[in-house]
């Protein structure tokens, strides 16, 4: 079997099929009492996993070695994981929008290292000296899907701040998902329900209008042991809005729970390995440098949520800045940073 026309081939196939599940994911959300859309865009997503691990895979029986030694390679594993944390996210929320922004981001990536690298890039090469290491599979791997994670997890919060329109809405409740959840502005006045509960999915919910002269809307989401109520005036987010910021809020704040210890222990096993191979630790490389910002964004985050009880937009814009700062981090500084870390491809 010729291993190269193969990789050829699953490279745009993969891209094809992303640009596919992009659509049907976007389909999916503009008419939502289509549920089969939903059903195409995970199938779309599995597809493309196994598709890019398939290419993977052939790369390393062709090359010898673990396929994360160039930029070609690094990009299709960061695509992998991209898919791989989507599927994890869609099946624990069971909620089809986390595909909304992850697979128009996995095509664009796709598309970037099949149709715009040069062909030098994309071939495999020979290691140098210091990747020949079984470092080089612990550590790479790990931070290319800790980048996944986080990636994902910002793209939720960005998401989040899309659909709530930058209003100051915090979500007070479970950091962890496990508790209720009640979408209000400070000094907002909550009126009692009067309506009767309507069941959805375990929860129950009112729905009622709120007289008053508040200007937020207000989403409480309790066990269907209690009454929950939505409120809403002219002008205001509307229930399924909040519902859906709801979704968004949790979703990213799991991803990124899981991206960071990944990001911790790639940090960690990239310390050892330099110190095997340069003799230090830390040498203050830029990609060093960089990780350890991305590492301090990501843990300020969760610190935030965690013991300072930050909910709902300032949170996410603090997420959100992380997929600025992952991008520096991950192609940024090998783009355009010389160290030893750079792939040398502008300067």
């Not at 008419?31 to 939903?38: A, Q, S």
């Not at 979703?251 to 095997?276: C, D, H, K, Q």
């Not at 930050?310 to 500084?333: D, E, H, N, T």
């Amino acid at each position: 079997m010729n291993l190269v026309a193969l990789q050829n081939w699953l490279d745009n196939a993969t891209f094809a099929v992303l640009f596919l599940t992009m659509l049907v994911y976007w389909g999916g959300a503009a008419f939502p009492n289509l549920p089969t859309l939903g059903t195409l865009g995970t199938a779309g997503m599995a597809i493309a996993n196994l598709s890019i691990a398939t290419l993977l895979g052939a790369r390393w029986i062709e090359a010898g070695y673990f396929p994360l030694s160039n930029l070609y390679e690094s990009l299709f594993f960061l695509v992998w994981g991209i898919t791989a944390v989507h599927l994890f996210a869609e099946n624990t929320s069971r909620s089809r929008l986390v595909g909304v922004v992850t697979a128009p981001v996995a095509m664009g990536i796709t598309a970037f290292a099949a149709l715009t690298l040069p062909s030098e890039m994309q071939s495999a090469e020979p290691l140098v000296p210091a990747l020949k290491s079984n470092w080089l599979m612990m550590h790479v791997s790990v931070m290319m899907l800790s980048y996944a994670a986080l990636m994902v997890g910002s793209l939720l919060a960005i998401a989040f701040l899309i659909v709530t329109r930058g209003q100051n809405i915090q979500l007070q409740g479970s950091s962890v998902g496990n508790g209720g959840y009640r979408l209000h502005k400070a000094g907002e006045l909550i009126s009692p329900p009067t309506t009767t509960p309507v069941e959805n999915n375990g929860f129950s919910r009112l729905e009622t209008n709120n007289n008053g002269k508040g200007n937020t809307a207000v989403l409480n989401l309790v066990p269907a042991t209690e009454f929950s109520s939505v409120v809403t005036t002219d002008d205001l987010l509307t229930p399924q809005r909040l519902s859906l910021a709801e979704t968004l809020d949790n979703i990213s704040y799991r991803v990124i729970g899981l991206g960071f210890p990944l990001i911790t222990i790639g940090i960690i096993a990239g310390a050892v390995w330099a110190n095997e191979a340069w003799g230090s630790y830390w040498s203050w490389d830029p990609k060093e440098t960089w990780a350890l910002i991305t590492w301090l964004v990501f843990a300020a985050y969760l610190h935030a949520r965690i013991t300072r009880g930050w909910q709902g937009r300032r949170p996410a814009i603090l997420a959100a800045s992380g997929f600025v700062v992952v991008w520096i981090c991950y192609l940024g500084v090998n783009l355009l940073g010389k160290g030893l870390h750079s792939y040398g491809w502008f300067f």
